[in-house]
């Protein structure tokens, strides 16, 4: 049974920083790409950053420069630094596991999700 748990969400003000992080069980962490994705009232989810089993990573448009994402395979842990965040940022961030060794954009490349964190950011 794998399991995703993310933790680090919160309340913060326009242009201040959060990191969000996800700790998988169940399955060989260091084998697998992992993703965060986002999902805000009323809108699709859609991807934020994706980072390969070797630690090669890729962002979204929308976050580029402002986000990192990384992973401690000895952890079982992937992270999202999210620096100098926006109004429009605010969204329930989900973790993802891929079945792949390299990051898609796309939800239907994960197979398992965490349960969400929400992110909420004040003007």
């Known amino acids: 049974q794998v399991q995703l748990v993310e933790s680090g969400g919160g309340l913060v003000r326009a242009g201040g920083s959060l990191r969000l992080s996800c700790v998988a069980s169940?399955?060989?962490?260091?084998?697998?790409?992992m993703g965060w994705f986002r999902q805000a009232p009323g809108k699709e989810r859609e991807f934020v950053a994706g980072?390969?089993?070797?630690?090669?990573?890729t962002h979204a448009d929308s976050v580029k420069g402002r986000f990192t994402i990384s992973r401690d395979n000895a952890k079982n842990t992937v992270y999202l630094q999210m620096n100098s965040l926006k109004p429009e940022d605010t969204a329930v961030y989900y973790c993802?596991?891929?079945?792949?060794?390299?990051?898609?954009?796309?939800?239907?490349?994960?197979?398992?999700w965490g349960q969400g964190t929400q992110v909420t950011v004040s003007s």
């Open positions: 169940g399955r060989t962490f260091s084998r697998y790409a």
């Open positions: 980072i390969s089993w070797s630690g090669g990573s």
């Open positions: 993802a596991s891929s079945n792949s060794r390299t990051p898609g954009m796309t939800s239907t490349q994960y197979d398992y």
